[in-house]
Nanobody
Framework: QLQASGGGSVQAGDSLTLSCAAS????????MGWFRQAPEKEREFVAAVSWNGGSTSHADSVRGRFTISRDNAKNTLYLQMNSLKPEDTAVYYCAATTSRGIWLSTRPNLYNYWGQGTLVTVSS
């Protein structure tokens, strides 16, 4: 029900925009987020956004370079990634939580809908 896209292979300093399209059910009333997992590492929080886009949170490692946003009319979540670094190389996952009372969360275990992931490779 969540389809992530937009990944690819880029050079350090380049930009990419990831998209996450929801189908089957709307997530316009739910917090959503992006997580990533590099080879042999645990999944980590990247960014999250409240249901209305009014509040966002970004991991320290990406703050100032990445921006999360959403368009509820299109049922789509975005991650604008600028000034990419080799350490940003990972599979990026979008996620949504339907748990009640969650404005936004950095904790992956609170998200119950996950996309399939899209690979971002940044070379130096």
């Amino acid at each position: 029900q969540l389809q992530a896209s937009g990944g690819g292979s880029v050079q350090a300093g380049d930009s990419l925009t990831l998209s996450c399209a929801a189908s089957g059910r709307p997530f316009g009333n739910n917090a959503m987020g992006w997580f990533r997992q590099a080879p042999e590492k645990e999944r980590e929080f990247v960014a999250a956004v409240s249901w209305n886009g009014g509040s966002t949170s970004h991991a320290d490692s990406v703050r100032g370079r990445f921006t999360i946003s959403r368009d509820n009319a299109k049922n789509t979540l975005y991650l604008q990634m600028n000034s990419l670094k080799p350490e940003d190389t990972a599979v990026y996952y979008c996620a949504a939580t339907t748990s009640r009372g969650i404005w936004l969360s950095t904790r992956p275990n609170l998200y119950n809908y996950w996309g399939q992931g899209t690979l971002v490779t940044v070379s130096s």
